[in-house]
């Protein structure tokens, strides 16, 4: 990791140990969850089993605590190389981002006169941060049906999945690393065409095609 990296991991570090780590080695102790595997950057990682993915059809990041649905194309043990993976890593990094957010604003309020147990509080929440957008999205679209779909769900049903799946940061994570242009031939992720951007202005875009594509 870079400096910059560790110092995003330690700023996150009090949601990572309360939260994060704990929801992944929980769902395993409990049966929810197997395979369990640690990846660079502090990421603990782990499958759903079979019989919660019938009732749970997500893969689930909290912050450096990931859980990935069985059907999913997970790489090496090593490395994060897989679409999905680079999906879930997204969150992660939104919820470092969020840490800093609330680590600043808890500076901001002891400055002010809170006390320090009260600043604490403050910038321990910072992963809860998230929450307003799966709000906000019900707000935003309700139960609306997609277009173009026939969808016979309740409204209900329609709405809860709105709120997870029209979320801000849901919406950023996947803008990030579906496909969505071409560079040599190659179909490519928004993600994948910044790294690209900076091989051509280094004049090496033909040899960062070949590595990576």
């Known amino acids: 990791m870079t400096v910059g990296r ?15 780590y704990p929801y992944v080695l929980l769902a395993v102790c409990l049966g929810f969850a197997r395979d369990l595997r640690w990846h660079p950057g502090g990421v603990l990682t782990a499958t759903w089993r079979t019989w919660w993915a019938k009732i ?13 649905h069985p059907s ?9 190389d897989t679409r999905l993976e680079f999906h879930e890593q997204r969150h992660d990094f939104q919820v470092e981002d969020l840490m800093l957010l609330s680590l600043l604003l808890g500076t901001i309020c002891l400055i002010g006169g809170a006390t320090l147990v009260q600043a604490a509080i403050l910038y321990w929440s910072g992963g809860l941060f998230q929450i307003p957008n799966f709000l906000a999205a019900g707000l935003r679209y309700g139960p609306a049906e997609q277009e173009g779909l026939e969808d016979k769900r309740s409204d209900l049903k329609r709405l809860t999945d709105n709120m997870y799946r029209q979320s801000e940061h849901e919406r950023s994570a996947y803008a990030q690393t579906d496909l969505i242009g ?15 951007s900076v091989a051509y202005r280094k004049g090496n875009l033909k040899a960062w095609i070949a590595d990576n594509l």
């Open 72 to 80: 999913a194309d997970r790489g090496a043990e090593d490395s994060v």
């Open 182 to 196: 071409e560079i040599g031939g190659h179909d490519v992720s928004w993600d994948e065409i910044q790294r690209a």
């Open 56 to 68: 749970w059809h997500f893969s689930t990041t909290v912050g450096k605590g990931q859980i990935f």
């Open 6 to 20: 560790k110092v995003l991991f330690a700023i996150a570090l009090p949601w990572t140990l309360t939260v994060s």
